[in-house]
């Protein structure tokens, strides 16, 4: 690959990149000198165009079809649902659960040396909350793939410019910001965050060469980005 900025220039590859974070870190790394080539595996074509990016659409019921495509520096994935868009809860967790650890094992099987996921602040496999608990498993599960590099963003709360119109979400924003002040010390990871800090912390991240399993709650993921 060519030398940019005087290092090796990259490839990521982004699973979920029309989500609220996902479509954040595509802006971030389109535009990033680091990278020359972004990866988005879609269910559709997306309407964006880009000199860097190429759209593969996929069935993630058959991500092993693709495997030879899905290889790079770096992938990230972006992939959730919600109960209103994803009542099946077997559907659900083949979203939240299945398809990440799949990715994953993709990304073991090609060399891929760094794997960064979106995770939830709270997640564990003993929670009584279904969300929790599959977030829980799925960190768990991919600890045990053998990546070179795994980061797990557990962000708290997300703001940001979604799609959907969730009538929650318009009372939680506004008292969030009148909560945000009042949570301090240990209470600081639950205060809300943007969906572009969570996608400026995985870009700075994925910059580093670091080896191991790594998980940043919501106030580590503010102090990264």
């Not at 019921?61 to 994935?77: K, M, Q, T, V, W």
């Not at 959907?164 to 600081?188: D, Q, W």
């Not at 800090?197 to 991240?205: E, F, I, L, N, R």
């Amino acid at each position: 690959m060519q030398k940019i900025g005087g290092s090796m220039a990259k490839k990521a590859i982004i699973a979920g990149a029309s989500g609220l974070i996902g479509s954040s870190l595509l802006d971030i790394l389109l535009s990033a000198q680091e990278f020359d080539e972004i990866l988005i595996l879609v269910r559709k074509n997306l309407p964006v165009t880009h000199a860097k990016l190429k759209q593969l659409v996929v069935d993630f019921d058959r991500l092993a079809d693709y495997a030879a495509e899905i290889s790079g520096d770096a992938i990230f994935s972006c992939l959730g649902t919600t109960m209103k868009k994803t009542p099946d809860l077997t559907v659900y967790r083949k979203i939240d659960h299945d398809y990440p650890l799949q990715l994953a094992q993709i990304a073991k099987q090609n060399g891929v040396a760094q794997y960064h996921m979106v995770s939830s602040l709270g997640a564990n496999v003993n929670a009584s909350n279904f969300y929790l608990k599959t977030k829980g498993q799925i960190e768990e599960d991919l600890k045990q793939v053998g990546l070179i590099t795994l980061c797990i963003y557990q962000p708290a709360f997300l703001t940001g410019d979604r799609k959907e119109n969730r009538l929650a979400e318009k009372f939680l924003v506004p008292l969030m910001t009148l909560l945000n002040p009042l949570l301090m010390g240990s209470l600081k990871k639950y205060r809300s965050i943007a969906a572009q800090t969570v996608a400026s912390a995985m870009y700075k991240q994925s910059l580093k060469n670091q080896e191991g399993v790594f998980t940043y709650p919501s106030d580590k993921i503010t102090e990264l980005s």
